[in-house]
């Protein structure tokens, strides 16, 4: 019978038991917290970059050709944002989401999550970006470019966006945080990612019960990551608004 060490002694035919130490505790299965906060945050930041990106270029884009052009095409753009910022940002996401089928793949329900918060997004910057077109449309140095024959697609690239670069960087810092709260409450109610996949929403569900919360406080863990990571791309933004005012 093979030898083993019990509690620090060592005897007969004894196992040697295994002790972890989890510095946030561990969830309803018995798992590290702290662990897989660190994995989930892979989902909770990646959505939110990727969709934040994909709004950015949209809303670039779209709002160019908008405030460029004009006519029916202005007219058109400007229904369609009307229409998606009649509704709010969040409970929209989540209807879309909940339209998915819950046998998806977690891969699938990835690419699904980005694309639904990417393609409401963008709507806020193009209606931006399609003012300072509109104002800037008109400038001597837009004529005289059009006079050299230089294409419309050189001049909204080369002569028109440069012009407020600054405030388009501000704005996609500060686009990040609403993100990620609408990727963490889609999973929070378990309309976005799924187990076995992990987020920061996903870790929230097991605190949706007042009797988990009074038994398991540290449960909530998580939602302090959100808060952190959404105040410091806030102040972040708030930095780079104030670097780029020429005012300042």
Do not use: C
């Not at 917290?33 to 892979?42: K, V």
């Not at 709507?123 to 509109?134: C, E, N, P, Q, S």
């Amino acid at each position: 019978m093979p030898n083993g060490t019990y509690g620090g002694v060592r005897g007969w035919g004894l196992a040697a038991p295994t002790y972890s130490i989890f510095l946030f505790g561990s969830d309803s299965m018995g798992r590290d917290l702290f662990s897989r906060m660190i994995l989930g945050s892979q989902v909770s930041l990646t959505i939110p970059f990727a969709g934040t990106f994909i709004s950015f270029i949209l809303g670039i884009l779209i709002g160019s050709l908008s405030g460029y052009f004009g006519g029916w095409l202005d007219l058109v753009v400007q229904r369609i944002i009307e229409v998606l910022s009649s509704f709010p940002a969040i409970p929209l996401w989540m209807a879309l989401s909940a339209a998915i089928p819950s046998d998806v793949p977690v891969v699938q329900m990835y690419l699904y999550i980005t694309i639904i918060i990417s393609l409401l997004g963008w709507t806020g910057l193009a209606r931006i970006v399609r003012g300072k077109f509109i104002s800037l449309r008109q400038e001597d140095f837009v004529t005289a470019a059009k006079l050299a024959g230089v294409s419309d697609f050189n001049i909204i690239l080369k002569h028109l966006v440069p012009g407020f670069m600054s405030y388009l960087i501000v704005n996609l810092t500060l686009g990040i945080p609403s993100m990620i709260i609408g990727e963490t409450s889609m999973s929070f109610l378990g309309l976005g990612i799924r187990a076995p996949a992990t987020s920061w929403g996903v870790l929230l569900q097991e605190a949706q019960e007042i009797a988990s919360i009074a038994s398991y406080p540290w449960r909530l863990i998580p939602l302090a990551a959100v808060v952190i990571t959404v105040l410091a791309f806030n102040f972040l933004g708030d930095g780079l608004r104030d670097a780029a005012d020429p005012y300042k």
